[in-house]
């Protein structure tokens, strides 16, 4: 059981001993995690915050102006009534279409229609829900997002496995995967594909994607059921020469019977709408039937668990997909600002006076990157920072940070790395 769960467990029973005893099996398990949420908590009163998993300007959150403007478009039957538990049917066929158009080498034939969550996590959950049971397999980087681990090994019982996506010299590897399915001698296996990676900022090129879907596809060619989730949250903010689509669709290239591609996906980052909650569940199978088994699972767990997701933001995304050029217009602005920032990042981190104090981790796309710090420990390092120069950065473990260069301005990062640098230095 996990710490934190322990120490309000015996919080409870000495506060409400016979509410302790009311709890089930996973009320026990439950806790709050002192990861990204409580740290961008405790940095939200610094002058530069690198926490968040938002994009920002120096005055207001990045946004397109068609989604805000149209909170006074819609009629009030597109706001107050119930929406269907799969998702209003028309934004069903418009995300649809939005993948397609992202994905061109996607088979429309090979794929659901997507089903509405209420976010990413939302989706994660259910797919934990339908396919992982107790002690099974979930396999994920050494540098994941930490909220998987609640919902898989907490809510689910699953054993997690880590592989590392970094060498020694912070360059990114398949490696580690690779090793980590070939040596797998289980029935079923539950994978986690997150790129852009979410604390890294790491994408695969095609050649790594290739190495990726091949081991999948070797697996998978010796009975052993594959789960390979992708989560997308991060879709399409690219920087560099990298793989261009979802590597859900080379998954559903495969010719296997025993790989079951699933993509989460969502207006949370690509609409740069992260408080509307609305998300889309993918499976990247061709059988109709199976189409028709699987929806109508996912729409039992969701009448089960919220019943339905928002109307009001399901509607506004609906609307501005219909008259998406000026929206792609406005979402383009971002991405710009966006890449912008990873510039001149990308030409910080590396330079030579900085050496001594932090090793990068390859990145090339989404909100973050990832430092290696040298001869502090990280903990220790994120609080000098917002007490010291009133700068907020995460904590991944004892030895690395990220960085959020999503939300400091352009012309704010060089004093962001060197005021890392010097409290470094301080600490040393």
């Known amino acids: 059981m996990n710490p934190l769960a322990l120490d309000l467990n015996e919080q409870l029973s000495k506060a409400q001993p016979q509410v302790a005893d009311m709890l089930s099996d996973l009320g026990k398990l439950m806790y709050y995690p002192k990861g990204i949420l409580s740290q961008s908590a405790e940095a939200k009163k610094t002058k530069y915050n690198a926490t ?26 597109d706001i107050f009534p119930y929406a269907p538990p799969q998702g209003l ?75 590392p ?36 900022g790491y994408t695969p090129n095609k050649d790594e994607v290739k190495e990726i879907v091949n081991a999948i596809d070797r697996l998978s060619k010796r009975g052993t059921n594959v789960i390979a989730v992708v989560d997308d949250a991060y879709f399409g903010l690219f920087y560099e020469d990298v793989y261009p689509y979802s590597l859900f669709t080379a998954l559903t290239q495969l010719d296997s019977e ?62 501005v997909l219909e008259n998406k050029d000026q929206l792609d217009r406005e979402l383009q602005r971002n991405f710009e600002t966006l890449k912008a920032r990873y510039e001149v990042t990308k030409d910080l981190v590396y330079q030579d006076q900085y050496q001594s104090c932090w090793q990068p981790y390859d990145f090339n796309s989404g909100y973050f990157m990832a430092l290696q710090v040298k001869g502090v420990d990280a903990e220790e390092l994120r609080v000098h920072l917002i007490n010291k120069y009133s700068i907020g950065v995460v904590a991944l473990n004892d030895k690395d940070i990220r960085i959020a260069f999503s939300c400091v301005e352009k012309e704010d ?7 890392i640098a010097q409290a470094i230095n301080d600490l040393q």
Do not use: C
């Open 165 to 200: 996506i970094f060498d020694d010299n912070g360059n990114f590897t398949t490696q580690g995967l690779v090793e980590a399915l070939d040596r797998s001698n289980q029935e079923k296996i539950f994978l986690i594909l997150n790129y852009p990676n979410n604390p890294t």
């Open 52 to 77: 968040i998993g938002m994009a920002t300007y120096s005055d207001r959150k990045m946004y397109a102006d068609s989604l805000y403007n149209a909170f006074n478009e819609l009629e009030p039957d």
């Open 258 to 319: 025993h790989v079951l591609p699933i993509r989460l996906d969502g207006a949370t980052k690509e609409l740069f709408a992260w408080g509307f909650r609305v998300g889309f569940i993918t499976f990247g199978i061709s059988d109709q039937k199976a189409q028709e088994v699987l929806e109508a699972k996912i729409k039992g767990l969701i009448r089960s668990n919220i019943s339905s997701g928002p109307m009001p933001t399901q509607s506004i995304v609906k609307h």
């Open 89 to 163: 049917e028309e934004l069903r066929d418009l995300w649809k279409d939005k993948v397609q158009r992202d994905n061109p080498e996607l088979n429309p034939n090979d794929y659901s229609r997507p089903i509405v969550t209420n976010a990413l996590t939302h989706g994660l959950s259910l797919v934990g829900d339908m396919f992982v049971d107790t002690n099974d397999t979930i396999l994920l980087p050494n540098h994941n997002w930490g909220n998987y681990k609640l919902i898989f090994s907490t809510r689910h019982s699953a054993q997690i496995e880590t592989y």
């Open 413 to 419: 990062l060089q004093y962001v790395f060197d005021s």
